[in-house]
């Protein structure tokens, strides 16, 4: 069992990608999996029981980077989800 902080960061990272996902950044799961290197059924895995499948941290630390999601707002859950670019 997964504590309930690493289940609510997965649940974030899976916003973040829809959130990506639909700003085109990525043309969909499969497109996603492959740019992370991620097997589809693990990442369905992972997106349906984050209460045993937890996001890795080369995967966060990569759509934090890559992607501009505000690494606050993954890990903790404050702020915005994207960090703006000025």
Request: neutral net charge; proline residues 1%.
């Amino acid at each position: 069992m997964k504590t309930s902080e690493s289940i609510e960061v997965t649940k974030r990272f899976f916003q973040a990608v829809d959130h990506l996902i639909k700003e085109k950044e990525f043309d969909g799961v499969r497109d996603f999996c492959r740019k992370f290197e991620m097997n589809t059924g693990y990442y369905y895995n992972m997106r349906n029981t984050p209460e045993t499948h937890s996001v890795k941290v080369d995967q966060l630390v990569r759509i934090v980077k890559t992607y501009n999601v505000s690494a606050t707002w993954l890990l903790i859950g404050t702020g915005s989800m994207m960090v703006s670019e000025d």
